[in-house]
């Protein structure tokens, strides 16, 4: 059994039900690393074993996560417990399709998720793909930073998959440098880096998704999928540039349309196929699931789209 691991905050999400009433919002669960388990558990054959880390609280909603993983195959072996506090929760809102976030957050447990050195070693020696990103580093102390990016170093040393999408959420961090010098720092510990192009040309500047996609292997990574909402996405691996052409497709929602891009790439990618056939995978993904609201679609709602479990 081969094992996928997730790292980051997990958080109730409302998401607008305008069928239902103008103020009438629907309650799931959600948080990027969390969408890319989703999706990647979705795509995956099952020999392999995807399991999240992070930690929740004692609120009552904190077990209802649980069992939603539970009951969609995601492991919960690495997930603890912070009595005193309790889980995040985040809004979308929606302006012709485009999302923006509104987040309570500041206190949640799972700002306390890389506290365990022990336990945090046991995940990253059981993986063979560890998984994380730029909204799991902005909600740690540095200490915490400091433990995942040197672990996921060190990871890619010993031959693991190691995994980062930078997903830039200035409004998570002290300030845009810091942003920038711990995205870049995270960089150098993973193999693979799956930026989105629109954020990184605001942040980082970069004036084409190629610049976007050099920068990141100058970084130290080894292979980097430069994500383009509908336009030309751009995948860089070692010298081989190749760009894939997108239809631009008006969204329902784009919540979740990068970390589901990413299940499915990822997915694709550590059973054997290229990274332009992963690339196509991970979008036909991301094409379904910008068609409904929220981050998560059902599992079963992916056939055709996933590779059947
Ligand atoms: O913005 C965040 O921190 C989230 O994790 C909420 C969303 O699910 C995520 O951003 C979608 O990519």
Known sequence: MSLFLSIGEAMVELSSAPDAGEDIW?????????????????CLPDDWDVQYMTR?????????????????SIGHRFITTEASRSVGLYAIQLENGERSFAYWRGQSAARLLAEDPALLDEAFAASNAIYLSGITLAILPEKGRDALISRLSAARTAGKTTIFDPNLRPKLWESADSMRDWLTRAAAGAALVLPSFDDEAEWFGDTSPEACARRWQQAGAA???VKN????MVILQDDRLDTRHAEKVSPVDSTGAGDSFNGGYLAARLTGSTPLEAAEAGHAIALKVIGHRGALIAMSDLKGAARSR
Do not use: I
């Open 56 to 72: 929740l609280g004692q609120d009552p909603f904190s077990p209802r996560l649980l069992d939603f993983l539970a009951t969609n």
């Open 229 to 232: 909402g509908g336009g030309s």
């Open 223 to 225: 292979e980097v999928v």
């Open 26 to 42: 629907r309650l799931g669960f959600a948080g990027d690393t969390l969408n890319t388990a989703w999706y990647a558990r979705a």
